[in-house]
T-cell receptor
Framework: GESVGLHLPTLSVQEGDNSIINCAYS??????FIWYKQESGKGPQFIID?????DKRQGQRVTVLLNKTVKHLSLQIAATQPGDSAVYFC??????????FGKGTTLSVSS | EAQVTQNPRYLITVTGKKLTVTCSQN?????MSWYRQDPGLGLRQIYY???????DKGDVPEGYKVSRKEKRNFPLILESPSPNQTSLYFC?????????????FGPGTRLTVT
């Protein structure tokens, strides 16, 4: 599968590959993290979340990994499909304060 | 259907002409928030509200006002719009402000100020 070690604004993968989107967060006190998917012309849509007392959480075809030591979050999408093409944002928050969004990664899936 | 609605979806206006963008949610959510989205800057929070009559500034509140008189509505007011407020605006709501509550976003309002 295709992955990025550091945050990159774009990621291109082939249909069926696994995708890994990375995010570095800023506040070591953040205790809740969310991944959003934003399709063209639409608002962000919740994908998966994770609390700071966990290091991994799985959903349907998606997995979020949290490494608090290096303040790093990643989203893994298994068997990427054309419908997964979108901009993906990570977001962090501390105890219900403002959500801070990352800059986003555009995922392009070609068939 | 559970949703967050915004009106208008598109608006072109002139500098200094007061405008209001409405936001309404039908999920009985306590927490509501406004964001603006700009190329290269991502989503930034303007104002948020933890409940009726409780509002607070986000990261970029200058030039905006909000009110929360009813639980379901959270209008965004631009008293004197300027061209640097040209942006894509999103309203969002969640059950609570506490960590662990998913935010639902509206479809967005594209505002152009000339």
């Amino acid at each position: 599968g295709e992955s990025v070690g550091l945050h990159l604004p774009t990621l291109s993968v082939q249909e069926g590959d696994n995708s890994i989107i990375n995010c570095a967060y800023s506040n070591s006190a953040s205790d809740y993290f969310i991944w959003y998917k934003q399709e063209s012309g639409k608002g962000p849509q919740f994908i998966i979340d994770i609390r700071s007392n966990m290091d991994k959480r799985q959903g349907q075809r998606v997995t979020v990994l949290l490494n608090k030591t290096v303040k790093h979050l990643s989203l893994q999408i298994a068997a990427t499909q054309p419908g997964d093409s979108a901009v993906y944002f990570c977001a962090e928050t501390q105890a219900g304060t403002a959500l801070i969004f990352g800059k986003g990664t555009t995922l392009s899936v070609s068939s | 259907e559970a949703q967050v609605t915004q009106n208008p979806r598109y608006l072109i206006t002139v500098t200094g002409k007061k405008l209001t963008v409405t936001c309404s949610q039908n999920m009985n959510h306590e927490y509501m928030s406004w964001y603006r989205q700009d190329p290269g800057l991502g989503l930034r929070q303007i104002y948020y509200s933890m409940n009726v009559e409780v509002t607070d500034k986000g990261d970029v509140p200058e030039g905006y006002k909000v009110s929360r008189k009813e639980k379901r509505n959270f209008p965004l007011i631009l008293e004197s719009p300027s061209p640097n407020q040209t942006s894509l605006y999103f309203c969002a709501s969640s059950l609570s402000s506490g960590s662990g509550y998913e935010q639902y976003f509206g479809p967005g309002t594209r505002l152009t100020v000339t």
